[in-house]
């Protein structure tokens, strides 16, 4: 891991009002049964949420799995986003838990090409 690859605190939308801001005034992008909903801030760096409902997840596990695959996407990629946005990726039934990383990898680049991120 190279220097400003991480994923500090300071990176993660974590605050319910901050989810709800951006889900009433972003744009939201859909492919293959994912979506990200993104808003420009003021802050000068990006931070990303997720939304992996228990509905089509059942089991935690694979809702932190597929936590843990698009944080190391995120981490890995964020050098190639365009800084001062938050972005919340919303995880649906068409994602398999078991999708390995380069599925996860493809899927991000897929939703922030087609928002503009990139």
Same mark, same amino acid.
């Given at each position: 891991m190279t220097a400003g690859e991480g994923f500090s605190k300071k990176e993660r939308l974590l605050k319910s009002k901050d989810f709800r801001v951006v889900y009433? &005034?972003?744009? &939201?992008?859909?492919?293959?049964?994912?979506?990200?909903?993104?808003?420009e801030n003021a802050l000068g760096h990006s931070r990303l949420g997720f939304?992996?409902?228990?509905?089509?997840? &059942?089991?935690a596990s694979a809702r932190n799995r597929i936590r843990r695959l698009f944080k190391e996407v995120y981490r890995r990629s964020k050098?190639?986003?365009?800084p001062g946005f938050d972005l919340v990726l919303i995880v649906k039934r068409g994602f398999d838990k078991n999708s390995p990383r380069i599925e996860a990898e493809r899927l991000f680049k897929e939703l922030t090409k087609k928002a503009g991120l990139v």
């Amino acid at each position: 891991m190279t220097a400003g690859e991480g994923f500090s605190k300071k990176e993660r939308l974590l605050k319910s009002k901050d989810f709800r801001v951006v889900y009433a &005034k972003g744009r &939201k992008i859909s492919v293959g049964g994912s979506a990200i909903c993104y808003l420009e801030n003021a802050l000068g760096h990006s931070r990303l949420g997720f939304s992996i409902s228990s509905r089509n997840f &059942k089991l935690a596990s694979a809702r932190n799995r597929i936590r843990r695959l698009f944080k190391e996407v995120y981490r890995r990629s964020k050098a190639e986003l365009r800084p001062g946005f938050d972005l919340v990726l919303i995880v649906k039934r068409g994602f398999d838990k078991n999708s390995p990383r380069i599925e996860a990898e493809r899927l991000f680049k897929e939703l922030t090409k087609k928002a503009g991120l990139v």
